[in-house]
């Protein structure tokens, strides 16, 4: 009988470990670096590049093709502003939490730990995708699609510090998180 109990407490000690790796693994975006380039900046469209890359990720092909004419409307292209966001994502049709003020950063927090990311203002008067982070060791990771090719890194008051150069905007799809994606782990 105590040989079933210590078993069981061993399984579920290792189920634990794995449920938090895979956690920990959802806080990032997984796009291939082609995938990325798709949403490489060509004319100052920088908001737009960011929700298209977040579109990517979560499915919402409507925001995926904001750059190109497509069924769901014709290319938006160039600077943006709340209220222009707020335009086209509604002629078509996407669903997003556009907040600015002070709780940004709350909401960013919140869509990194949920697995939807953001559009982020970051940097002076730019625009870059929230693409993970890793809560352990305080890093932020972003993908600016001024340089897609990479994922640049920051700390939590250099995350923070990143933000508030553009001003407190982000801009959030709402809808419900992608899976994360398969980890196969050796319970037996």
Same mark, same amino acid.
Request: charged content about 20%; glycine content about 12%; proline content about 2%.
């Given at each position: 009988m105590w040989r079933q109990k210590v078993l069981s407490i061993v399984v579920l000690l290792a189920t634990t470990a794995a449920a938090s790796q895979l956690l920990q693994a959802q806080e990032m975006m997984e796009l291939p670096v082609e995938v990325r380039k798709w949403f490489r900046n060509p004319d100052g469209s920088c908001v737009q590049c960011s929700i298209g890359m977040c579109g990517t990720w979560n499915n919402?092909?409507?925001?995926?093709?904001?750059?190109?004419?497509t069924e769901y409307g014709k290319a938006v292209r160039g600077g943006s502003w709340p209220s222009r966001v707020a335009d086209y994502c509604s002629q078509r049709g996407i669903r997003a939490f556009n907040v600015t003020?002070?709780?940004?950063?709350?909401?960013?927090?919140?869509?990194?730990?949920? &697995? %939807?990311?953001? #559009?982020i =203002?970051?940097?002076?008067?730019?625009?870059?995708?929230?693409? &993970? %982070?890793?809560? #352990?060791? =305080?890093?932020?990771?972003?993908c600016n699609n001024n340089s897609p090719h990479r994922i640049d890194e920051y700390t939590n008051e250099g995350y923070r510090h990143l933000h508030l150069a553009s001003g407190k905007w982000v801009v959030i799809l709402d809808g419900p998180a992608p899976p994360p994606p398969p980890r196969y782990v050796r319970w037996w």
């Open positions: 919402v092909p409507a925001a995926t093709t904001l750059l190109w004419d003020g002070d709780s940004t950063f709350e909401w960013m927090e919140w869509a990194a730990k949920t &697995g %939807r990311f953001a #559009a =203002g970051a940097g002076t008067r730019h625009f870059q995708t929230e693409y &993970g %982070r890793d809560r #352990a060791a =305080g890093l932020w990771y972003v």
